[in-house]
């Protein structure tokens, strides 16, 4: 029925099939859509959020989607600008993920705020000094590189590509591309790096706080390095999960393994600079506000456990198992490296926005629990629901993979 | 990013926690000047709204050495790189450095709630429902024409009652004053107080009693080790209860035990 629309000399399941395989994302998606709604119109009292978890889990969610589609502005940085050619093969699929992540969070971030109307505000009343200030202009303008950089492959659609206008249009846009993955790459260290920068700033939640370099703390930088780290694995992951569904091979193995390989270094690197940056933390601020390293992992279920979770367990496994070329060359192992690698920097993200606001600053003030209500979770899982719907679409009718035809010729 | 306040006014209070029962009045005159919208059932003390919170604290100690302490928490009005204004991206929440007050605009909140997580003294609320002043019960009527009430989804806290500020300054000008008078602008909390625990006026001004009171030896404010620099003081004899308000380390604390004047 669609073949008309399928890129020419790959095969692709049945429209049936397809359709099929869209419902139960286009089911995560509705509930998603009805909680937004419920949200929109009743208000945030559909939210398990509080005066005490003023973030809460999609705030969970936007950090770590924004965190995982790195790999996109990454990527981008390392085929166009550091110009490592076997990338070209995964640059569309990194773009799409990335697109998807950003525009994911863009539209929860919508539905978070109290006022939605009033986003725009951000924009005309800005508090340059604020780190969510930044963090909006910079996703807001890297939303629409990344559309920039989804465009060209949207035109190369067969339809698409018969109108010589748009297939001049996209030609060209293929020839600018270093620029806008320049200009990506710019937005995204600054927003990556000032998502870390909105909790390090907070002085007066010692759990969060964190020294630095003139005004950026510490969590900036480690926050670009960590993305950059765990987005290269969530780029091989959703890729190889393509590949598992499809039963296909999409993309060759060598791009793969650079990307482990780049991945496993930058989370090396991030892991010692976490370490010390904790330690310099439990003997700087902790004290300084009168607390010793115990007293935040005393409260609720939060026990020293997440730390050793965090670091060891999600941190330097991962990054032994992917700077180990003989370990990242089995795929079970590659898989579970980029699984612990995109986990940890999950809980990193969960730690710093759930745990933060959980544990009491005031010595007679009290912890409480959160737990998000059914509507929290359908706006949350709603991303991933559209992120398969786009990724499906994008592999179907697109020519999303290079190398598809060579590596699967249809006889 | 922040000047200092000069030779301006600088607004603040101080709490005598030795006077303080804890009967809530201040609480309820807050509600009632602020405009403060109910629920029809407050006993979710983590969604409703309270500019002014009180806190029940206890030496822990059994019968009979059983002390408690009650802690009126209104807007410390922080003053050294106010950690709520600093982080909100749109501006809505600002610091006047010719009184000192941290306001909160209302029509310009986006409801991120950034302010609220770097805020620890949880000292703002979100506004999780439409306005609610149930028709019937007499409510309405006490509502104030000078504060204007909240809608939903924006954060709003203490202002120390900031339109009699602008009363006060109005019938000054109008008198040909361009200075107030002590005590003639003080807050909702500070007027109601039954046993005037709660004193009000110009921190700058050495003057006025809140001045004298701040420099006193049983002096603190919440968590100041933190370097919010609170315009709040809390006045109390008994070390138990000022050890309550920061956090130390063991051998940290030091008891007021010969205090000066």
Known sequence: MDSELIPGGV????????????????????????????????????????????????????????????????????????????????INATVIIGFICYSGAVAMLGIDIGQPIRGWFIFWHVNVHSMLAEVSFCITCYLGVLTIEYLPLILENRQADKIPALHLFSHNLHHIMAIFAATGTFLSFFH??????????????????????????????????????????????????????????????????????????LLSTYIVLKIIDTICWVYGVVPRAGLTF???????????????????????????????????????????????????????????????????????????????????????LALIGYGVLIFSLSYRYLPVFPKERELNPVT | MEEEHGHGNKYGMVIDLDKCTGCGTCMVACAAENNLSVRPDESDKQHSITWM???????????????????????????????????????????????????????????CRYCMAACPYHARSFNWWDGYFPKGKGLERYLSPEVSPRMRGV????????????????????????ELEENEYITACAEACPVQAITFGDLNNPEHKVSKLAKSPYAFRLL???????KVYYLSTKDWVRKFADNYLPGEFKPVTSPKG
């Open chain 1, 11 to 90: 095969k692709r399941c049945s429209t049936r099939t397809f359709f099929l395989w869209t419902l139960p994302w286009i089911a995560l998606l509705t509930w998603g859509l009805v909680s937004a709604f419920l949200c929109l119109w009743k208000g945030l009292n559909q939210t398990n959020m509080s005066n005490y978890f003023a973030f809460a889990l999609w705030i969970v969610f936007d950090l770590s989607v924004i965190a995982l589609g790195a790999g996109a502005f990454f990527t981008g940085f390392l085929t166009y600008i550091i110009g490592l050619k076997e990338l070209k093969n995964i």
């Open chain 1, 192 to 265: 990556q790096g000032s998502l870390g920068g909105m909790y390090g700033v907070m002085y007066a939640r010692p759990f969060a706080f964190r020294e630095g370099f003139y005004v950026w703390p510490s969590t900036f930088f480690l926050f670009i390095l960590s993305a950059i780290a765990a987005g290269p694995s969530f780029t091989i992951l959703c890729t190889k999960l393509a590949e598992k569904i499809t039963r296909k091979r999409l993309v060759p193995e060598n791009a793969f393994q650079t990307l482990a390989k780049i991945s496993g270094w």
């Open chain 1, 294 to 380: 115990m007293d935040f992992y005393k409260e609720g279920p939060y026990g020293v456990w997440l730390l050793v979770l965090e670091i060891i367990i999600f941190g330097v496994i991962p990054a032994i198992i992917l700077m180990t070329p003989s370990a990242r060359k089995s795929e079970g192992w590659l898989i579970t490296g980029c699984l612990m690698n995109c986990t940890g920097i999950v809980l990193n993200r969960f730690i710093f926005t759930i745990v933060s606001l959980a544990i009491p600053v005031m010595p007679f003030d009290k912890f409480v629990s959160y737990l998000p209500t059914w509507q929290e979770w359908g706006v949350s």
């Open chain 2, 53 to 111: 919170s009180l806190y029940k604290i206890s030496n822990g100690k059994k019968f009979p050495d059983t002390e408690y302490s009650y802690f009126p928490r209104p807007c410390m009005h922080c003053n050294h790189h106010t950690p709520c204004v600093s982080v909100c991206p749109a501006t809505a929440t600002k610091i006047d450095f010719n009184t000192g007050i941290v306001s909160q605009i209302y029509a310009r909140c986006i409801g």
């Open chain 2, 155 to 178: 954060v709003e806290k203490c202002s120390f009652c900031h339109h009699r500020l602008m009363r006060a300054k109005t019938k000054a000008y109008t008198e040909n004053r361009r």
């Open chain 2, 224 to 230: 100041e080790r933190l370097g919010t620099e609170p």
